[in-house]
């Protein structure tokens, strides 16, 4: 087997030589003439690139693939970037465990001192062969002093891992924005009944210094590039025309007023229980039988009964979830102080949130009649 496969790379390597020597015969200046010396062909694929076509590989091409699904392979994928996304930011679940769960660690059963990160045999190798074999030496100096070159070698390899990271997260997106346009030149019907589903979709912008002379000085400005051409893609495609769910996923870059994710979520929810009533509810209550024929999608001309069920539940989890509610009721005012502050009872800060901020911010979810 051996034999054969040196074999198949001798064959390869000659042929590949032999067409480069063709090549170099037929060219108007032999290679060894050129000043640059090398082979390199200009443009390679320009015409295809022009026209549209990208590199795809066909489907199924080996028995990996040939053996998953389309939601295993998405799964997979969407670990892997979550992954990445968490070696970007290593500390983010400390920073969220301080600022929302102090005890989060505790309540699981993990000491404080006690969090580190697991390492065997095949890491300590990695880090440096035989280093596995000095932590566990039965001369406690020598274990000793391998444990702190461990920690060292740790905080090494780590070190420069989060640009990393970051890099291949933001890469792997831009390419993936990239394949979703070319899909769209090639499978124009296809894309666009995906779209219509998707309140938003990824496009590929960027930035660009411009140089402007005003008054004779020299200005320098950053212009966005492909503005226009986000524009016509997007209307083109026809996003957000069909769409089943509420924005959600909100990422702290866009500052949006907390009565409008809070509704956005309500929103969410209520569709997760209508569309399956079986995941969320023991029984059919009064309550989830109203829920479940509520049409869809919420419209100007039927948001009142959604709101009516969804006051309900508000009400219900005020008494029960009263702590979920305090990002809203920090919001709210009453003659310019907050209603914290204000001389206001606490009775009074249902209205004010529920039945005032929720209500405007759900209604406004609703759809036109017309669409």
């Given amino acids: 087997m ?4 040196n074999r198949s790379k001798a064959l390869i390597r000659a042929t590949m030589k032999s067409s480069k020597q063709a090549l170099r015969k037929s060219s108007p200046q032999s290679f060894r003439e050129a000043k640059t010396g090398t082979d390199k062909r200009l443009l390679l694929g320009l015409r295809a690139e022009l026209e549209g076509y990208m590199h795809i590989k066909p489907p199924r091409n ?3 693939y040939e053996r998953m699904t389309v939601a295993q392979i998405s799964q997979r994928i969407q670990d892997d970037m979550e992954e990445l996304v968490a070696r970007a930011h290593p500390d ?7 600022k929302f769960a102090p005890n989060w660690w505790l ?6 001192n006690k969090r580190c990160r697991i390492f065997d045999e095949t890491l300590a190798t990695k880090l440096r062969p035989g280093l596995w074999g000095e932590i566990n030496s039965s001369d ?8 702190d070159e461990l920690q060292e070698l740790l905080k090494t390899e780590t070190a420069a891992e989060p640009k990393h990271a970051a890099e291949a997260l933001a890469f792997l997106t831009k390419q993936a924005t990239t394949w979703l346009e070319n899909l769209f030149v090639k499978r124009e019907a296809l894309m666009k009944e995906v779209a219509k589903g998707f309140s938003q979709w990824p496009v590929n912008l960027g930035v660009r210094v411009k140089v402007s002379n005003k008054g004779g000085r020299k200005e320098l400005k950053q212009v966005i590039t492909r503005r226009d051409f986000a524009e016509s893609y997007l209307k083109k495609l026809g996003v957000n025309q069909d769409t089943r769910w509420p924005e959600s996923g909100f990422s702290g870059v866009d500052r949006s007023y907390p009565f409008h994710i809070a509704a956005r979520g309500i929103y969410r929810d209520l569709l997760m229980m209508k569309r399956n009533p079986r995941g969320h509810f023991e029984k059919m209550t009064p309550w989830a039988k109203q829920l479940i024929v509520l049409p869809e999608p919420m419209t100007k001309g039927n948001a009142m009964k959604w709101w009516a069920v969804a006051k309900t539940w508000l009400d219900e989890q ?3 979830n009263r702590e979920a509610f305090e990002p809203l009721v920090q919001q709210c005012c009453s003659q310019g102080k907050q209603l914290t502050e204000a001389a206001l009872f ?26």
């Fill in 2 to 5: 051996m034999i054969f496969a």
């Fill in 62 to 64: 080996c028995p990996q």
């Fill in 92 to 98: 983010a679940t400390e920073e969220w465990g301080k």
């Fill in 107 to 112: 309540n699981c059963g993990i000491p404080n």
């Fill in 140 to 147: 406690p100096s020598k274990a000793r002093k391998a444990q």
């Fill in 318 to 320: 005020w008494d029960l």
């Fill in 346 to 371: 606490e009775s009074e800060h249902r209205p004010r949130v529920i039945d005032l901020g929720l209500k405007k911010a759900f209604l406004a979810l609703a759809k036109s009649d017309d669409l």
